[in-house]
């Protein structure tokens, strides 16, 4: 039975009107997919048309270039909406092809032709695919303050493109419908999403984009003949270029390039996974689901490896259908469905193609600034969900400067733009690489931490109490301490030992307990099997339970809620994070 939505609003913003879980009405499905497509097809085209008209190749290829990217940003939104084992988000996520790849991908086929291009893409898709198998044993490095920095990037590195289309105008149109055209469209979009209601806030982005090219269309800036032109079905003409695997010279010097590239971009993906989690449930503490993570970046890897062998520029998932969830309030899996096979119908419909492409410049230049802005919000948000201390801070702050730097060309951009084909020209590049390796080095530098291996179980307890005891008093911590954080492990083993019963009988689980000391106090972290229900989500939800399991389910949690600061589960494939913070009296 399909859960009822509230219909309620909170007072600080756009309420959720269709969580992921839920079945929107058809025609309100169809209508923000419809959205999402339309807002997006011109970015999935733009990009692989750049790198074939900037690598010099032909007219025939550039078509099946574009085509193919379509085509798998189609197939992988798709299944981004559902969740199969470890395949797909199970959320709105809308796939694309990558802005990033740009230097790389022109480099490649500069130097070796649509073969070399879809021999890198191949390898380089491995990078997802291994990030998405062992996520856990990145947790440490790809944090919120990385993830949530490399979103607020993206306006930084976006920004050049859209002075881009605002600047010039057709020969022989007047100069004042391109920046009147773009006024409007910001204004209508702007003033909509912050006032408007119900069905008028979720048609913003379409009415916006009208408006603005009825202007555009009024001083002459739509291109009609173009649509006129084109045909109304074409059935496509497949030609992927193959494999190189000669494994030449030029292969060997792009290789690293194209590696870092796919770490930034599966990152991407994971911020967008992340950040759409944040705007698709009704109860904003909800604790973030690293297995749909993995699921979107099994995806993001998948996604390359069909363009590869395409022949294609590479992708990843875009935050576009965050701030447009955010905007509407519907995140059904429904609307991610209706975008990706309007994507892959839209690949057969050439004058429905042109219709897009006609679309002038400054219109989808207002249209972006609003998405723009709320992305960076959206990336403020996720830095400082788990609270931004001066370490963190210090990372971010470093991070989002180095990115603006490079991406202007502030700091020696002769040597910048020279370096692995400009990679670290890109503002997102640069700064997203710069938290990584700030983040990996404190986590090197960091004091060492206490740790004890033993079976998930409560028999072993004495060990462990024996364990916290010692590191109590290496800590400088009286025994007071000890039984404090003896007794706030004990009853998250009780609690996580709930879920033993889902568990098959013949595996016995091992917990691996991580001890390490904090200005104000001491950070445990449980490392153990898989269960079903996160901890952190129902510590959150005390009270709302009732009968029987609120005495049998509550006392533990209750307990475990008094006796630390905070409680933190992450959830992935193979195996479960809880991070339990106590504080030192």
């Not at 004042?176 to 409007?184: E, I």
């Not at 098959?504 to 229900?533: C, K, M």
């Amino acid at each position: 039975m399909t859960p009822t939505p509230s219909s309620a609003p909170p007072p600080s913003g756009p309420s959720v009107r269709y969580q992921p879980d839920e079945t929107p009405p058809p025609r309100l499905a169809l209508g923000v997919g419809l959205q999402l497509a339309v807002l997006n097809i011109a970015a999935v085209m733009l990009i692989p048309m750049v790198v074939m008209r900037a690598a010099g190749m032909p007219d025939s290829y550039l078509a099946w270039a574009v085509l193919a990217s379509v085509t798998v940003c189609g197939l992988t939104t798709v299944v981004q909406a559902f969740r199969a084992g470890r395949i797909g988000a199970g959320h709105v996520l809308v796939m694309g092809t990558s802005g990033a790849f740009i230097p790389a991908s022109i480099m490649a086929l500069v130097e070796g032709g649509p073969a070399l291009l879809a021999t890198l893409v191949v390898v380089s898709a491995l990078v997802p695919l291994v990030l998405s198998w062992r996520l856990s044993l990145f947790q440490r490095i790809l944090t919120p303050a990385v993830s949530g920095t490399v979103i607020m990037l993206i306006p930084v590195t976006v920004l050049p493109f859209i002075s881009g289309l605002l600047s010039g105008s057709p020969e022989g149109i007047g100069t004042t419908g391109a920046p009147l055209s773009f006024l409007v469209t910001l204004v209508v979009i702007g003033g909509l999403a912050l006032k408007a209601t119900g069905s008028l806030r979720l048609w913003s982005p379409v009415i916006g984009v009208v408006a603005g090219s009825a202007i555009a269309a009024y001083h002459g800036l739509y291109d009609l003949e173009r649509v006129v032109a084109a045909e109304w079905i074409d059935l496509p003409r497949p030609s992927p270029p193959g494999l190189d695997l000669g494994f030449g010279p030029d292969f060997w010097t792009l290789l690293p390039s194209f590696l870092l590239v796919a770490v930034i971009a599966a990152v991407r993906t994971m911020s967008s996974s992340v950040a759409v989690q944040r705007v698709s449930w009704r109860r904003k503490d909800r604790a973030i689901d690293f297995r749909a993570v993995q699921g979107g970046v099994a995806v993001d890897g998948v996604g390359n490896l069909l363009a590869g062998l395409a022949g294609t520029v590479p992708g990843s998932a875009t935050t576009t259908s965050v701030p447009l969830t955010q905007l509407t309030g519907v995140a059904a899996r429904a609307v991610g469905i209706v975008a990706g096979a309007a994507f892959i119908a839209l690949a057969f419909l050439p004058k429905a193609f042109a219709a897009i492409l006609a679309i002038p410049d400054p219109v989808f230049a207002g249209y972006l600034v609003i998405l723009l802005a709320m992305l960076f919000a959206i990336g403020m948000k996720i830095v400082l969900q788990d609270g931004l201390g001066y370490r963190e801070g210090l990372v971010v702050g470093i991070a989002f400067l180095a990115g603006v730097s490079l991406q202007y060309g502030v700091v020696f951009p002769e040597h910048v733009s020279g370096f692995a084909g400009g990679l670290f020209a890109n503002g997102m590049n640069a700064g997203g690489f710069a938290a990584i390796l700030m983040t990996l080095f404190l986590r090197v530098t960091a004091p060492r931490r206490s740790r004890i291996e033993t079976p998930a179980d409560l028999s072993e307890l004495k060990t462990i109490r024996r364990f916290l005891s010692d590191f109590s008093s290496r800590s400088g911590w009286g025994r007071e301490m000890a039984d404090r954080l003896a007794a706030a492990t004990e009853e998250a083993l009780l609690t996580l030992g709930e879920d033993a019963a889902t568990a098959r009988e013949d595996a016995r689980r091992r917990l691996l307990i991580v001890a390490r000391r904090e200005a104000n106090g001491a950070v445990l972290e449980l490392f153990v099997a898989p269960g079903d229900e996160n901890l952190q989500d129902r510590v959150a939800l005390l009270g709302e339970v009732e009968g029987e399991s609120l005495v049998e389910r509550e006392v533990s949690l209750r307990l475990l809620r008094h006796l630390a600061s905070s409680v933190r589960h992450r959830q992935y494939h193979d195996t479960d994070i809880v991070t339990v913070r106590v504080e030192a009296r």
